[in-house]
């Protein structure tokens, strides 16, 4: 019952997230964050998801790593992306947030060693109308609604999102944000 309360509120979200956005009624407000804090808050959020399905998360993010981004979209994201991969990792899998820097750009990976992604699926995964959402390892259901809601957050702050994937081996869901 309460993962299904779960999955009702995600949807919700999403759901009022994307109206929102497609109603123009979303401002981009920036400020310092540290990303080791965000991850490790993310990581404690799904901490009771993960063990009960038997995943390890862990933060390879540097303490103090800090960048300028809107708080909201940069958790809406980073919280999307992490409860895909705990939907489509299973038992023994490993669920890794990272960050970087390289050329102008904070590089801010999710990745895991679940399921993976067929190539068609990924080539399609931010196309509205798509049908790209498939149930989790144990059945669990979603919209797809939350990639692309991530995509247009990433975009607003001048970001993309890119996911390289394979097939049994896993996903890497990479949030390039520009450096301020």
């Not at 995600?10 to 759901?15: D, Q, S, T, V």
């Not at 993310?42 to 540097?62: H, L, N, P, R, Y």
Request: hydrophobic fraction near 35%; include cysteine.
């Amino acid at each position: 019952m309460s993962s299904s309360a779960q999955q009702m509120y995600k949807l919700f979200e999403n759901l009022f997230t994307w109206a929102r956005m497609q109603t123009g009624n979303i401002e981009v407000a920036t400020e310092k964050l540290n990303v080791g804090h965000t991850a490790f808050e993310i990581i404690e959020f799904f901490k009771s998801d993960a063990e009960a399905k038997g995943i390890k998360m862990i933060s390879d993010v540097q303490d103090g790593y800090q960048v300028m981004y809107d708080k909201n979209m940069l958790n809406f994201i980073i919280r999307n992306l992490v409860h895909n991969a705990i939907k489509y990792c299973d038992t023994g899998n490993t669920i890794t947030i990272s960050c970087k820097k390289e050329d102008q750009y904070h590089r801010i990976s999710v990745k895991d060693n679940g399921i993976g992604i067929k190539k068609d699926v990924c080539d399609a995964i931010f196309q509205v109308g798509a049908k790209s959402s498939k149930p989790g390892t144990r059945k669990e259901g979603g919209s797809g609604l939350g990639l692309m809601v991530a995509k247009e957050f990433a975009e607003l702050n001048q970001g993309t999102i890119k996911i390289e994937s394979e097939e049994n081996i896993g996903t890497e869901v990479i949030l390039s944000l520009p450096v301020s």
